[in-house]
Each structure stands twice: as structure tokens, then as C-alpha cells.
Nanobody, 125 residues
Framework: QVQLVESGGGLVQAGGSLRLSCAVS??????MGWFRQAPGKEREFVAA????????KNADSAKGRITISRDNGKNTVYLQMNDLKPEDTAVYYC????????????????????WGQGTQVTVSS
């Protein structure tokens, strides 16, 4: 069973930064994604990265402020979030896709079989 453990969430003022981490158990590489769910809203796509790490995709709301990256040697994915806004407040989840192409990025929630427990990000105004 694949386990994903997120960390790095917390409370930050608007304009601040946070870096989330997602450690994946085992040595198998997966295409990875970050999603978030704000109170009263559906879970939405934030960013995704290919197994290779060379291809990424961001949601429009994240462009210019949020960067996804990975360290395949540590099997860990990161989400660097800058210039945070109150509307970024949500529980952030990382997800792993089993199989797929080494260079492909996946932005659909249904593509992902494995999910972490989530980490809370709260941005105060």
C-alpha cells in the first residue's frame, strides 16, 4: 500500500510563503498532484508534475505564485507557495497516480489512486 504523508502546512499572513512536502513510501515513482479543498467547496486541482519531474502544470489561480517540484531521490514532492492570499486557505492534499507515462502530467482527480491525509493551510488577512 502506497502511503503519502504531507507536511508543512500552517498559519501564515497574507503575502507570506509556505512550502508543503509530500513524502511517498517506497521507491516507485508516480506522477503526482496537489489538490485543495476549502470549507464548503469542492476539492480542486492546484498543480501536478510528471514522474520525470520535467513537466508541470498549474491551475490558473496558482500561476506565478505556486511551484511544484520533486526530488526523485527522496521520492518527495514539494509545493512552494508564495504571495499567499486568504482565498488559498484550504486543506491541501497530495496524490499519486499509479502507472501512466513518465513524461505525462495529470490534472484530473480521477486519475489519482493514492491520497495523503491532507495538511491545513490558513492564510490570514
Amino acid at each position: 500500500q502506497v502511503q503519502l504523508v504531507e507536511s508543512g502546512g500552517g498559519l501564515v499572513q497574507a503575502g507570506g510563503s509556505l512550502r508543503l512536502s509530500c513524502a511517498v513510501s517506497g521507491r516507485t515513482l508516480y506522477a503526482m498532484g496537489w489538490f485543495r479543498q476549502a470549507p464548503g467547496k469542492e476539492r480542486e486541482f492546484v498543480a501536478a508534475i510528471s514522474q520525470s519531474g520535467g513537466f508541470t502544470k498549474n491551475a490558473d489561480s496558482a500561476k506565478g505564485r505556486i511551484t511544484i517540484s520533486r526530488d526523485n531521490g527522496k521520492n518527495t514532492v514539494y509545493l512552494q507557495m508564495n504571495d499567499l492570499k486568504p482565498e488559498d486557505t484550504a486543506v491541501y492534499y497530495c496524490a499519486a497516480k499509479s502507472g501512466g507515462g513518465f513524461y505525462i502530467v495529470y490534472d484530473g482527480q480521477s486519475e489519482y489512486a493514492y491520497w495523503g491525509q491532507g495538511t491545513q493551510v490558513t492564510v490570514s488577512s
